[in-house]
T-cell receptor
Framework: DTGVSQNPRHKITKRGQNVTFRCDPI?????LYWYRQTLGQGPEFLTY????????KSRLLSDRFSAERPKGSFSTLEIQRTEQGDSAMYLC?????????????FGQGTRLTVV | AQKVTQAQTEISVVEKEDVTLDCVYE???????LFWYKQPPSGELVFLIR??????QNEISGRYSWNFQKSTSSFNFTITASQVVDSAVYFC??????????????FGTGTKLQVIP
């Protein structure tokens, strides 16, 4: 296993189009997180899953955003009707939910540009 | 609400100099975790260290050292004898500990470190 994998690495889309990103976590990790990072800022939490259950969603996750993790393995993040303000790096992370194990491993991110 | 402040936006040092990156945090939790991550130009976040709120011992790992002071809510990171490969954006982060491991993390805005050869 080579770590958390995100696809695509880069996506350019026209405003109003829908986009979907995929995250493949480290195989034994049961927690999966999505973050968004805009230029010059730190990553901001969007949502997280434990197995297939989505346990928390940030207020940043508007109704145009939806995340799924149907089988508790990979996850998808879909943005509908993209806006220029959605342009950012979308980061996925995974971790193993065992007490005292608090290291999350991040993928390389998907950079979205909305034109 | 949790908050992490990294007041230094950018720092430039000459190779072999020591550099300290500052981090100040705010939280109402009594149990929390603090982290440092490195983000090289490739974009991937690389985990450097995690400390819990009950462990105020300073830590050293090679050229890296961390100074956790609960009294001042600070968790500073020092790189000794900096190298060009240390050039990156460094993020300090704070996590709520709700039991069961890693939870929602609040990141600072990052400090961009440039090490000049």
């Amino acid at each position: 296993d080579t770590g958390v994998s995100q696809n695509p690495r880069h996506k350019i889309t026209k405003r109003g189009q829908n986009v979907t990103f995929r995250c493949d976590p480290i195989s034994e990790h049961n927690r999966l997180y999505w973050y968004r990072q805009t230029l010059g800022q730190g990553p901001e939490f969007l949502t997280y899953f434990q197995n297939e259950a989505q346990l928390e969603k940030s207020r940043l996750l508007s109704d145009r955003f939806s995340a799924e993790r149907p089988k508790g393995s990979f996850s998808t993040l879909e943005i509908q009707r993209t806006e220029q303000g959605d342009s950012a790096m979308y980061l996925c992370a995974s971790s193993l939910a065992i007490e005292l194990n608090t290291e999350a491993f991040f993928g390389q991110g998907t950079r979205l540009t909305v034109v | 609400a949790q908050k992490v402040t990294q007041a230094q936006t950018e720092i430039s040092v000459v190779e072999k100099e020591d550099v300290t990156l500052d981090c100040v945090y705010e939280t109402r939790d009594t149990t929390y975790y603090l982290f440092w991550y490195k983000q090289p130009p490739s974009g991937e976040l690389v985990f450097l260290i995690r400390r819990n709120s009950f462990d105020e011992q300073n830590e050293i790992s090679g050229r890296y050292s961390w100074n956790f002071q609960k009294s001042t809510s600070s968790f500073n990171f020092t790189i000794t004898a900096s190298q060009v490969v240390d050039s990156a954006v460094y993020f300090c982060a704070l996590s709520e500990s709700l039991g069961g491991g890693y939870q929602k993390v609040t990141f600072g805005t990052g400090t961009k470190l440039q090490v000049i050869p």
